[in-house]
């Protein structure tokens, strides 16, 4: 009986050890962002750790999903990009979408939607593995991850209060985003650094 | 003709309005999604509250979500548009699956949903014109891609008359509303262990054998890891679910709101049904709280100790110690510290005793209060015979030994200080029907703790009852303030008597309760005999030795036959009282057998069999929410229909067989024989409502009106 008692609390021991062990493995706000690399539009390798000394935005995208439409037809995102350049802050684009799915797309593909809507981000990062995607635990587009330039990660999180598709609630949504970068610039900590983000699933392979 | 023109020319605009109104309404189709807008009646009345939903039929692979997405996705979103004064409450939920696409997971819905919310009809609306229900219905519906969607659906139902009929309205209403979450059957909380949450639900452990999977959904987004597996570890009849705190944990203090689904079976014949879960973290409370707690409740339980002595049962044989130490202790203050113990003693050891039976009894699952015991007519039956043995010898119709300290009972009797002893325990005894109004609360909190608590608890209650005469015992100062011994011992011994016959006449009145008119007579005719032994003792006691052991026999002849009548005379009423009245009380279904079945079809009889088994969760709750409703009740009652439950918790191969007709190896299965003997039995949904019952077992002629 005392040695079933022992045997129980050892394995449950066990259990939670290893559930810490990956809650670990998770992005965690103000733990180190997990580091990566991954091909870019440009056909050049970025590799995140190349990026200490920046402040870095991670933006998860997929051109066709209507919620990622929402903020770019708006213009929603192009201004937050504008902005983020203009702190001196690397904006990264990740395509999770693995090749077939939704959203996959090849590097001149991805350099002409862009200019075609205007959008400026520092790179295009392609995932279609899902490595990177899985390493944030990245599960919507758009999903945004903030890293400073130690490394740490200071937001993860959606781009607005208001999960809709309707552009009309952009208006009257609260910018997570662009809170964080006035926070940024003013050199406070991020008030609102874990926030629910919506939208479309990131299409992974499996 | 331009009359007939203008008339034909009327009619068709008025044709054609109808048709558009008809096409722009309660149907909308997009490509992954049909929607219609469903309600619970054909028509209002002024007043009435009303159910409307909005059913999603959904494509193959394509699902729509719930209140919490989960991972990604969007909740469906229902805006009413309703004339002035009518109001429209929140979307109910029915219970979501879990959608898991690679590592993202969701909570939504497949195949069908349909989206529950209640209205209220004005009451200012008038008779004759309608009542229109407008919907703005937003999704979003995804397989691998995800598609925002936009209807617009509208109904209108006639206004009538207070009083007039209804109708039905859709079915599909009361299929909503038994994939509605229920409330959990189980005691439900939560801990906190290292960095998971635990979900404790008790009760359930018993049924595990026949548990598929069980899910926890957070009705908040990020409470918990969406996707995170939730761990089942069964400790004793407990199941504890482990829960990965998400991207939003629970904030301290906070209660942890969401859905229990449970799954019972697998493959195709598995019911999976929602319990409702709002619960707060247990953990969170400060540990100087809980042991503020604690010592607020042992306090009580010491109080209500102290305050048992004054109780009707427990003065007389206290009062009984009390004579004794009035008479002895002036001359031997040692010998009645130690009886003081010894008393002490036997009360804790008898609280100590229920403690444990209790924890065992807690253990095994049973859902049990203080006064557990008072559940058996037999020890209900017992108590009232020692109650008035007790009283009986203090109205001096037979004395054991002759010292006033052996009058308690015939354990009590007993001198020395295993007498003092067995006096605690008799204490303890006759004290338990008293504690319950005056200890609920503290022994309440005490059931709801660990054993150890439990325990602190029980023994600070015996520690009360057992203070004042452990106090006069060994308080010399306090002894010198006791009355001087004389005759009023005697006189006060005796009126003692009388609130011990009250506590009898108190006693047999509960077994009447319980096992009925016949006990009475048991009871009362035991106490005839326990009398009669007793005074066959007393005048045997001095007389020769063959008398005094002809006496003695005969007094035990009495005793057992009151003990055995007693045993008898009250187990077997107990099956009879229950089959008289089946008609009467709560009872108001029969047992199952097949030749009760052949009877009542051979007169034509409607029949309503419940297959259930007390190990089948879906039965259960089933039961409760639907099958014990008074709508359900009466229903039966007034359709003349019979209920019989056939249980199959133990195998029974007539009901095996019976399941094997109807498709079923399993389970719950409801079965409706509508009046006529060559009436076809219907089949009942697996998941009842009320109304579901209700409907099923309806007259035909009300079934056909609609």
Same mark, same amino acid.
């Given at each position: 009986?005392?040695?079933?008692?022992?045997?129980?609390?050892?394995?449950?021991?066990?259990?939670?050890?290893?559930?810490?062990?990956?809650?670990?493995?998770?992005?965690?706000?103000?733990?180190? =962002? %997990?580091?990566?690399? *991954?091909?870019?539009?440009?056909? /050049?390798?970025?590799? $995140?750790?190349?990026?200490? #000394?920046? !402040?870095?935005?991670?933006?998860?995208?997929?051109?066709?999903?209507?919620?990622?439409?929402?903020?770019?037809?708006?213009?929603?995102?192009?201004?937050?990009?504008?902005?983020?350049?203009?702190?001196?802050?690397?904006?990264?684009?990740?395509?999770?979408? =693995? %090749?077939?799915?939704? *959203?996959?797309?090849?590097?001149? /593909?991805?350099?002409? $939607?862009?200019?075609?809507? #205007?959008? !400026?981000?520092?790179?295009?990062?392609?995932?279609?593995?899902?490595?990177?995607?899985?390493?944030?635990?990245?599960?919507?587009?758009?999903?945004?991850?903030?890293?400073?330039?130690?490394?740490?990660?200071?937001?993860?999180?959606?781009?607005?209060?208001?999960?809709?598709?309707?552009?009309?609630?952009?208006?009257?949504?609260?910018?997570?985003?662009?809170?964080?970068?006035?926070?940024?610039?003013?050199g406070k900590s991020i008030t609102k650094s874990s926030t629910k983000p919506y939208g479309c699933t990131v299409k992974y392979a499996s | 003709m331009s009359v007939n023109r203008v008339i034909s020319a009327g009619m068709i605009f008025l044709l054609l309005g109808?048709?558009?109104?008809?096409?722009?309404?309660?149907?909308?189709?997009?490509?992954?999604?049909?929607?219609?807008?469903?309600?619970?009646?054909?028509?209002?009345?002024?007043?009435?509250?009303?159910?409307?939903?909005?059913?999603?039929?959904?494509?193959?692979?394509?699902?729509?979500?719930?209140?919490?997405?989960?991972?990604?996705?969007?909740?469906?979103?229902?805006?009413?548009?309703?004339?002035?004064?009518?109001?429209?409450?929140?979307?109910?939920?029915?219970?979501?699956?879990?959608?898991?696409?690679?590592?993202?997971?969701?909570?939504?819905?497949?195949?069908?949903?349909?989206?529950?919310?209640?209205?209220?009809?004005?009451?200012?609306?008038?008779?004759?014109?309608?009542?229109?229900?407008?919907?703005?219905?937003?999704?979003?519906?995804?397989?691998?891609?995800?598609?925002?969607?936009?209807?617009?659906?509208?109904?209108?139902?006639?206004?009538?008359?207070?009083?007039?009929?209804?109708?039905?309205?859709?079915?599909?209403?009361?299929?909503?509303?038994?994939?509605?979450?229920?409330?959990?059957?189980?005691?439900?909380?939560?801990?906190?262990?290292?960095?998971?949450?635990?979900?404790?639900?008790?009760?359930?452990?018993?049924?595990?054998?026949?548990?598929?999977?069980?899910?926890?959904?957070?009705?908040?987004?990020?409470?918990?890891?969406?996707?995170?597996?939730?761990?089942?570890?069964?400790?004793?009849?407990?199941?504890?679910?482990?829960?990965?705190?998400?991207?939003?944990?629970?904030?301290?203090?906070?209660?942890?709101?969401?859905?229990l689904v449970v799954t019972e079976g697998s493959g195709s014949g598995s019911v999976a049904r929602g319990y409702v879960v709002d619960v707060a973290d247990s953990d969170t409370a400060p540990k100087a709280e809980s042991e503020l707690v604690l010592a607020s409740?042992?306090?009580?339980?010491?109080?209500?100790?102290?305050?048992?002595?004054?109780?009707?049962?427990?003065?007389?044989?206290?009062?009984?110690?009390?004579?004794?130490?009035?008479?002895?202790?002036?001359?031997?203050?040692?010998?009645?510290?130690?009886?003081?113990?010894?008393?002490?003693?036997?009360?804790?050891?008898?609280?100590?005793?229920?403690?444990?039976?209790?924890?065992?009894?807690?253990?095994?699952?049973?859902?049990?209060?203080?006064?557990?015991?008072?559940?058996?007519?037999?020890?209900?039956?017992?108590?009232?015979?020692?109650?008035?043995?007790?009283?009986?010898?203090?109205?001096?119709?037979?004395?054991?030994?002759?010292?006033?300290?052996?009058?308690?009972?015939?354990?009590?009797?007993?001198?020395?200080?295993?007498?003092?002893?067995?006096?605690?325990?008799?204490?303890?005894?006759?004290?338990?029907?008293?504690?319950?109004?005056?200890?609920?609360?503290?022994?309440?909190?005490?059931?709801?703790?660990?054993?150890?608590?439990?325990?602190?608890?029980?023994?600070?209650?015996?520690?009360?009852?057992?203070?004042?005469?452990?106090?006069?015992?060994?308080?010399?100062?306090?002894?010198?303030?006791?009355?001087?011994?004389?005759?009023?011992?005697?006189?006060?011994?005796?009126?003692?008597?009388?609130?011990?016959?009250?506590?009898?006449?108190?006693?047999?009145?509960?077994?009447?309760?319980q096992s009925g008119i016949n006990s009475i007579v048991v009871a009362l005719g035991g106490m005839v005999a326990i009398a009669f032994a007793a005074w066959l003792y007393e005048i045997t006691k001095y007389s020769a030795k063959t008398a005094q052991r002809t006496?003695?026999?005969?007094?035990?002849?009495?005793?057992?036959?009151?003990?055995?009548?007693?045993?008898?005379?009250?187990?077997?009423?107990?099956?009879?009282?229950?089959?008289?009245?089946?008609?009467?009380?709560?009872?108001?279904?029969?047992?199952?057998?097949?030749?009760?079945?052949?009877?009542?079809?051979?007169?034509?009889?409607?029949?309503?069999?419940?297959?259930?088994?007390?190990?089948?969760?879906?039965?259960?709750?089933?039961?409760?929410?639907?099958?014990?409703?008074?709508?359900?009740?009466?229903?039966?009652?007034?359709?003349?229909?019979?209920?019989?439950?056939?249980?199959?918790?133990?195998?029974?191969?007539?009901?095996?067989?019976?399941?094997?007709?109807?498709?079923?190896?399993?389970?719950?299965?409801?079965?409706?024989?509508?009046?006529?003997?060559?009436?076809?039995?219907?089949?009942?949904?697996?998941?009842?409502?009320?109304?579901?019952?209700?409907?099923?077992?309806?007259?035909?002629?009300?079934?056909?009106?609609?």
């Amino acid at each position: 009986m005392l040695a079933n008692r022992f045997s129980q609390s050892v394995l449950a021991g066990f259990i939670f050890a290893f559930a810490a062990a990956t809650a670990q493995a998770e992005p965690v706000v103000n733990q180190p =962002a %997990p580091v990566f690399s *991954g091909a870019t539009a440009d056909g /050049t390798t970025l590799n $995140l750790a190349d990026l200490k #000394g920046k !402040t870095v935005i991670l933006e998860w995208t997929n051109h066709e999903c209507p919620f990622v439409k929402k903020h770019y037809e708006s213009g929603n995102i192009q201004s937050l990009q504008k902005q983020a350049a203009e702190q001196g802050i690397v904006w990264l684009q990740v395509i999770s979408s =693995a %090749p077939g799915k939704q *959203g996959h797309v090849d590097g001149e /593909t991805a350099k002409k $939607l862009n200019s075609d809507r #205007g959008a !400026t981000p520092s790179h295009t990062v392609f995932d279609p593995e899902g490595t990177i995607g899985k390493l944030y635990a990245a599960t919507n587009t758009p999903q945004f991850f903030i890293i400073n330039p130690e490394g740490v990660l200071l937001y993860k999180g959606g781009i607005d209060s208001i999960p809709s598709a309707d552009k009309a609630d952009i208006a009257k949504a609260e910018n997570y985003i662009s809170a964080a970068l006035k926070e940024l610039a003013a050199g406070k900590s991020i008030t609102k650094s874990s926030t629910k983000p919506y939208g479309c699933t990131v299409k992974y392979a499996s | 003709m331009s009359v007939n023109r203008v008339i034909s020319a009327g009619m068709i605009f008025l044709l054609l309005g109808c048709f558009q109104a008809q096409a722009s309404s309660f149907e909308a189709a997009t490509g992954q999604v049909k929607a219609q807008l469903v309600a619970s009646v054909d028509a209002v009345r002024p007043g009435d509250e009303i159910l409307v939903g909005v059913q999603q039929r959904i494509i193959p692979h394509w699902h729509t979500y719930w209140k919490n997405p989960g991972d990604s996705g969007l909740a469906t979103r229902i805006d009413y548009e309703l004339p002035a004064g009518a109001t429209a409450g929140e979307i109910q939920w029915p219970t979501p699956e879990r959608i898991t696409t690679g590592p993202v997971t969701n909570y939504g819905y497949s195949n069908q949903v349909t989206l529950l919310s209640t209205l209220k009809v004005p009451d200012n609306i008038a008779a004759g014109g309608v009542f229109p229900v407008k919907a703005k219905v937003k999704w979003l519906v995804c397989e691998e891609e995800c598609i925002p969607q936009e209807v617009d659906l509208a109904l209108e139902l006639p206004v009538v008359l207070p009083g007039a009929d209804v109708g039905r309205g859709s079915p599909l209403i009361e299929t909503a509303r038994a994939g509605l979450p229920v409330a959990s059957p189980w005691p439900v909380s939560l801990a906190h262990r290292d960095n998971a949450l635990v979900l404790k639900i008790k009760g359930l452990g018993q049924q595990s054998a026949s548990i598929g999977n069980i899910w926890f959904f957070p009705d908040d987004w990020g409470r918990v890891a969406h996707g995170a597996d939730q761990p089942r570890h069964i400790e004793g009849d407990t199941v504890e679910l482990q829960l990965k705190p998400g991207d939003a944990p629970l904030p301290p203090g906070a209660k942890l709101a969401g859905v229990l689904v449970v799954t019972e079976g697998s493959g195709s014949g598995s019911v999976a049904r929602g319990y409702v879960v709002d619960v707060a973290d247990s953990d969170t409370a400060p540990k100087a709280e809980s042991e503020l707690v604690l010592a607020s409740a042992m306090l009580l339980a010491l109080l209500g100790g102290v305050i048992l002595n004054l109780m009707p049962c427990v003065f007389p044989v206290l009062s009984i110690k009390a004579l004794a130490l009035i008479k002895h202790a002036r001359h031997e203050p040692r010998q009645t510290r130690l009886h003081g113990l010894a008393y002490t003693l036997g009360i804790l050891a008898s609280f100590l005793l229920l403690g444990v039976i209790l924890i065992a009894l807690k253990a095994g699952g049973a859902e049990i209060g203080w006064g557990f015991q008072f559940q058996s007519p037999l020890f209900v039956l017992a108590v009232a015979y020692l109650m008035f043995t007790v009283g009986l010898s203090l109205s001096g119709v037979f004395s054991i030994g002759s010292s006033v300290a052996g009058v308690g009972s015939k354990l009590a009797g007993r001198s020395g200080y295993s007498g003092s002893f067995f006096t605690g325990v008799l204490a303890t005894v006759v004290a338990t029907p008293c504690t319950a109004p005056f200890m609920g609360a503290a022994v309440g909190f005490a059931l709801s703790q660990p054993p150890v608590v439990l325990l602190a608890v029980f023994l600070s209650l015996g520690l009360g009852l057992a203070l004042p005469y452990l106090l006069l015992s060994n308080w010399p100062s306090l002894q010198r303030r006791l009355p001087k011994p004389g005759v009023w011992m005697d006189r006060l011994k005796q009126g003692m008597a009388f609130p011990m016959y009250a506590a009898a006449v108190w006693l047999v009145w509960v077994l009447a309760q319980q096992s009925g008119i016949n006990s009475i007579v048991v009871a009362l005719g035991g106490m005839v005999a326990i009398a009669f032994a007793a005074w066959l003792y007393e005048i045997t006691k001095y007389s020769a030795k063959t008398a005094q052991r002809t006496g003695l026999g005969f007094s035990a002849l009495l005793l057992s036959a009151a003990l055995f009548g007693g045993y008898f005379g009250v187990q077997t009423p107990a099956s009879a009282v229950a089959a008289t009245n089946a008609e009467t009380a709560n009872t108001y279904w029969q047992p199952y057998t097949p030749a009760r079945l052949k009877e009542l079809r051979d007169q034509g009889k409607p029949v309503f069999i419940n297959f259930t088994a007390a190990w089948c969760i879906s039965c259960l709750v089933n039961e409760k929410v639907a099958l014990s409703q008074d709508a359900v009740i009466d229903a039966f009652k007034h359709g003349g229909i019979t209920y019989l439950k056939g249980d199959w918790t133990n195998r029974d191969p007539e009901i095996t067989r019976i399941l094997a007709e109807f498709g079923r190896s399993g389970v719950p299965l409801y079965l409706y024989y509508p009046a006529g003997n060559s009436a076809r039995p219907v089949i009942l949904p697996q998941i009842l409502t009320p109304e579901i019952v209700t409907q099923a077992v309806a007259p035909p002629d009300l079934a056909v009106k609609q």
